[in-house]
Nanobody, 115 residues
Framework: QVQLVESGGGLVQPGGSLRLSCAASRSIFSFSAMGWYRQTPGKQRDMVAS???????NYADSVKGRFTMSRDNAKNTVYLQMNSLKPEDTAVYYC?????????WGQGTQVTISS
């Protein structure tokens, strides 16, 4: 089993920044893939950023150049730095990992971009 706990969401004005954190209960070295997803009411959950194996992060076109996914192996934590935030970035953000063939999700953290 893997527990994931997200934090860092909140209300920010357009153009602002937030950093989301996802603390894992296991070593992130053990995950075959990690990612951040987001979801708005009535819509599907979409990938924002992901890392497969030890590769580089991949980003959705809508966030390229604004969002950066990173990891702190010592803290078993994955981050999503979000800059130049737009109202359309408003969503619940979820952390996701694959471990031993199973998929795990965090509880989500609300991000609201509004003036």
């Amino acid at each position: 089993q893997v527990q994931l706990v997200e934090s860092g969401g909140g209300l920010v004005q357009p153009g602002g920044s937030l950093r989301l954190s996802c603390a894992a209960s296991r070593s992130i070295f053990s995950f075959s893939a990690m990612g951040w997803y987001r979801q708005t009411p009535g819509k599907q959950r979409d990938m924002v950023a992901s890392i497969v194996g030890g590769g580089s992060a991949n980003y959705a076109d809508s966030v390229k150049g604004r969002f950066t996914m990173s990891r702190d192996n010592a803290k078993n934590t994955v981050y999503l730095q979000m800059n130049s935030l737009k109202p359309e970035d408003t969503a619940v953000y979820y952390c996701n990992v694959w471990w031993l063939g199973s998929n795990y999700w965090g509880q989500g953290t609300q991000v609201t971009i509004s003036s």
